[in-house]
């Protein structure tokens, strides 16, 4: 039950200036079960340690934790999705350090740049995978890495664009890599490509050699 705000004679909770609050604020706030292990919902550490915060599922104790200390967590390495959730309709944009403070760490505790990626590998490691997953049938699709700048007029302008392709010329199987750069201040065109075969060509498309020079 609800207590008087002014006795407080009765109840385990009592409402003040407008908030909802439990009598015994040192307790811990289990909800849905009688442990923290079965809790449904779940607010633990409140007297002591670092608050944490547990949304857990129906089965196989797994939950997702929040804790004081800035960590964002789930039990038995499940998957954490953060937006662009069928189930709940949510397509908005993942904003991380949008005030440009603050550098973003996969593998590493400690990065050093607005992005750092770091793992182990006796072989060579996949740090970066971009993949264009259409099904459209034409051979002009594929995946980009853009860069930009800022004009005179502080407006951002694409400078610069390297492209990966199938390769329509030699084997539509496998792959081009493609160099673009901004002049006169137009889009980008492709100023060097390497083939499938490895050929380089310069101001050409179709490298015949393994160096082909147009221009």
Do not use: C
Request: no cysteine; hydrophobic share 35%.
């Amino acid at each position: 039950s609800w207590a008087d705000a002014g006795t407080q004679a009765f109840g385990l909770w009592q409402q003040i200036l407008g908030t909802i609050q439990p009598k015994n604020q040192t307790q811990d706030l289990l909800l849905g079960g009688t442990a923290t292990t079965s809790a449904k919902i779940a607010l633990i550490n409140v007297n002591s340690g670092t608050p944490t915060a547990s949304i857990s599922a129906n089965s196989g104790n797994n939950a997702l934790y929040l804790t004081g200390d800035g960590t964002l967590a789930t039990t038995n390495r499940g998957t954490i999705t953060i937006g662009s959730s069928a189930t709940y309709n949510t397509s908005g944009n993942i904003l991380l350090a949008p005030n440009g403070t603050g550098n973003v760490g996969i593998g590493t505790t400690a990065p050093s740049a607005l992005l750092q990626t770091t793992g182990t590998s006796t072989t060579i490691l996949t740090n970066l995978i971009l993949e264009n997953i259409s099904t459209a049938s034409n051979l002009t699709k594929g995946t980009s890495i853009d860069f930009y700048i800022r004009d005179t007029s502080v407006t951002s302008k694409l400078a610069a664009r390297i492209v990966s392709q199938p390769d329509t010329n030699v084997n539509v199987n496998d792959g081009i890599l493609a160099f673009y750069t901004r002049t006169g201040g137009v889009d980008p065109v492709e100023r060097v490509r390497i083939d499938s075969s490895g050929n380089v060509g310069i101001g050409n498309t179709t490298p015949l050699t393994a160096l082909d020079v147009t221009g």
